[in-house]
C-alpha cells in the first residue's frame, strides 16, 4: 500500500467526526442542547487549551499512560505464558481454560474492593485492575492462534527436523501472529478502559481522576475533555500496534479491501 493511499485513507477517516463536530456546534448554538450539559466544540478547546498552558492535562497523561503501560505489559506477558501453555497442552487446558473462562466474566468494578482490600490504595491495585483487563483478550487470541495452526504445516516443519523450541519459533510463532496481533490491540483498548476504573481506586492524578473531578464539580467540559483526551490516547496507542502489525506481517497475502 502506497503513503498516498494512507494518507487518502486517512483523509477520510476524519470525515465523519469533524461532521458530527460542525452538528454538535450547530445543534448547541440554535439552542437544541444545553450548552451547560453539552458543551459545544469550541468551548472544549477552550478547556483543552487552558489544562494544556498550565501543565495540568500533560501530568494527568503521564500518569495515566505509565499506568496502562505497566499493566499492559504485565497482562500481556502473562497472558503469552499461559496461553502458550494452554495452547501447546491438551492437559494444560483442561485444568486452566475453565477456571480462566470463568474469571473473565466478573465485571472490571467487582474487582476494585477485593484489590483494595488485598493491596492497599497506592498504584498496586491500579496496575493489577489493568492488567486484568490486558490480560484475557491477549490470552484468548493467542490460545485460538496456536489451536488453529494448520496440522499441515506442523507436520512438514517435523518432516524438516524442527523439533521443540525451532518448531515454536518456525512454525507456531508466525501462524499465530495474526491473532496475537488482535488480542494485543484488544488487550491495550480494555486497558485504557480499565483505567477509568482503576483510578476510581483513591486515585488524586489521571485522566480518571480528571473524569470524577468534573463530575463533582458540575463540569461537563471537563467531563467531555477527558473522553475525548483517553480516546485520543487509545487511538494514538492502537495505531502504534496496527503499524507493527502491518510491518510484521507484510508477507501475509490477504485482501485488501479493493475489487478484484
Known amino acids: 500500500m502506497s503513503a498516498l493511499s494512507i494518507a487518502a485513507g486517512s483523509a ?6 469533524l461532521a458530527l463536530l460542525a452538528l454538535w456546534e450547530a445543534a448547541v448554538g440554535a439552542g437544541w442542547v444545553g450548552a451547560n450539559l453539552l458543551p459545544p466544540p469550541s468551548e472544549l478547546v ?6 494544556a498552558t498550565d501543565g495540568v492535562l500533560l501530568g494527568h497523561i503521564g500518569i495515566s499512560s505509565l499506568r496502562v503501560l505497566a499493566g499492559f505489559a504485565i497482562g500481556a506477558s502473562l497472558a503469552l505464558l499461559v496461553g502458550a501453555a494452554v495452547g501447546l497442552s491438551r492437559q494444560a487446558e483442561a485444568y486452566l481454560d475453565p477456571t480462566f473462562q470463568a474469571l473473565r466474566a466478573i465485571p472490571s468494578l467487582a474487582w ?22 490486558a490480560f484475557f483478550p491477549v490470552y484468548l487470541n493467542f490460545v485460538a492462534g496456536i489451536q488453529n495452526v494448520d496440522r499441515k504445516l506442523v507436520e512438514v516443519g517435523g518432516i524438516f527436523g524442527l523439533q521443540g523450541r525451532a518448531l515454536v519459533t518456525r512454525i507456531f ?5 495474526p491473532n496475537l496481533f488482535t488480542g494485543l ?3 491495550l483498548s480494555l486497558a485504557w478502559m ?26 461537563a467540559d471537563l467531563v467531555i475533555v477527558a473522553i475525548v483526551v483517553l480516546a485520543l490516547l487509545g487511538k ?5 500496534l496496527q503499524r507493527a ?16
Request: net charge positive.
Open 245 to 260: 502489525e502491518r510491518r510484521l506481517l507484510a508477507w501475509r497475502d490477504v485482501f485488501d479491501g479493493r475489487a478484484a
Open 173 to 177: 510463532l508466525p501462524a499465530t501472529l
Open 185 to 187: 490491540r484488544s488487550g
Open 46 to 51: 477552550h478547556t483543552l487549551y487552558a489544562l
Open 112 to 133: 476494585v474492593p477485593l484489590l483494595l482490600l488485598w493491596l492497599g490504595i497506592d498504584e498496586a491495585p491500579k496496575i493489577t485492575l489493568i492488567a486484568i483487563g
Open 12 to 17: 477520510r477517516g476524519w470525515v465523519l467526526p
Open 194 to 219: 480499565f483505567l477509568v476504573a482503576a483510578e476510581l481506586i483513591a486515585a488524586t492524578r489521571g485522566l480518571g481522576y480528571l473524569l470524577t473531578d468534573g463530575r463533582e464539580t458540575a463540569r
Open 236 to 240: 494514538l496507542s492502537d495505531g502504534v
